[in-house]
């Protein structure tokens, strides 16, 4: 019987991707044929200038041209909308939906509304994005209202696409945390296309549950998943095996979930060596899961919210890791 038999006997498999943001020194087509190859279900693709690029000529055009290729091979697609600079040649991430200048914001808001209409075109599971950190002087009630009000055209835009929001808490920013999640959701009204991008290190990095607990706790929410090792207390993106983390018990919790979208490796540190680490991290995560599968006794039921991710799968803060 082969692993993935023996595995989805007693755990639905999960789908693995890696990130076009640790592929950086690699042109689109390439790092899409390398993750084909090797064997990853789908792919967390940056938004940037090195490979889809949100701002420039032609997006119409080359992104069906990304969309077809994405067929071709077989995989599917989250959109990311982490890149550093690709607003503002000065500043990371920037700006932000916290930016002081009403203008600013609206520059970062329809960079995220480009992006639901790139994820909509390619058939993505879904969009990534984050809150920012807060400016200096800016009180937390003033910057958590302009987080709900910068994300509402978002989310207008979202539900008309039909794809996910994932927001990701990020260590450092305003949104650092699954509490913070909630915060939001409640405050805008807990919207339908609201979810939740779950960075499995963050768990480790910042929150009190372990990242197994973490999974459970997210699960009706839970729209993406990104995963890496990390240390407690350090926001640092590691190679497997090099940080704290106890895989088996995260991927059993996250296959107990029912979730179906794609866990993507994260590692935007990484890209000097990013095909040495995308041939490693896949087997390190099959073996784990594998292992997780050996343990559990049979699948929990799923936890998550019965809102179908678009298309078919099959069908930060200055200093830290990003």
Not at 7 to 31: I, K, M
Not at 85 to 94: A, E, I, Q, S, T
Request: aromatic share 4%; hydrophobic share 40%.
């Amino acid at each position: 019987m082969s692993t993935q038999a023996r595995v989805s006997d007693t755990l639905p498999p999960l789908r693995f991707g890696y990130g076009t943001n640790g592929l950086a020194d690699l042109r689109l087509d390439d790092a899409l044929r390398l993750l084909a190859d090797l064997g990853y279900d789908g792919v967390g693709l940056t938004l940037d200038h090195m490979h889809l690029d949100p701002l420039a000529p032609g997006l119409a055009a080359r992104t069906r041209r990304v969309a077809h290729r994405l067929g071709e091979l077989g995989l599917g697609v989250t959109v990311e909308t982490g890149a550093r600079y690709v607003l503002d040649p000065r500043r990371k991430h920037g700006p932000s939906l916290l930016d002081p200048d009403p203008d600013d914001r609206a520059r970062r808001v329809g960079l995220l509304v480009r992006a639901v209409r790139i994820a909509a075109d390619l058939g993505a599971h879904a969009v990534h994005c984050f809150s920012g950190t807060v400016p200096q002087d800016t009180p937390a009630d003033t910057a958590w209202k302009r987080l709900a009000e910068s994300l509402t055209p978002v989310l207008d835009a979202a539900a008309r696409a039909g794809v996910p929001l994932a927001v990701e808490p990020e260590p450092g920013h305003l949104l650092a945390t699954l509490a913070d999640f909630h915060h939001l959701r409640r405050t805008l009204g807990d919207p339908a296309p609201l979810g939740l991008t779950l960075d499995i290190g963050h768990c480790q990095c910042l929150e009190p549950r372990p990242p197994a607990d973490c999974v459970r706790d997210a699960a009706p929410w839970l729209r993406h998943v990104q995963i890496e090792d990390m240390r407690r207390g350090v926001h640092e993106h590691l190679p497997f095996g090099e940080g704290e983390i106890d895989f088996p018990p995260v991927l059993a919790a996250l296959a107990a979930t029912g979730y179906q979208g794609l866990t993507v490796v994260e590692l935007p540190r990484h890209s000097h060596a990013g095909p040495h680490h995308a041939e490693h991290s896949l087997p390190f995560l099959r073996h784990a899961e594998q292992t997780a599968s050996a343990t559990s006794p049979s699948p929990a039921p799923a936890l998550q919210q019965t809102a179908p991710p678009h298309g078919a799968p099959s069908a930060p803060t200055e200093g830290s890791s990003r």
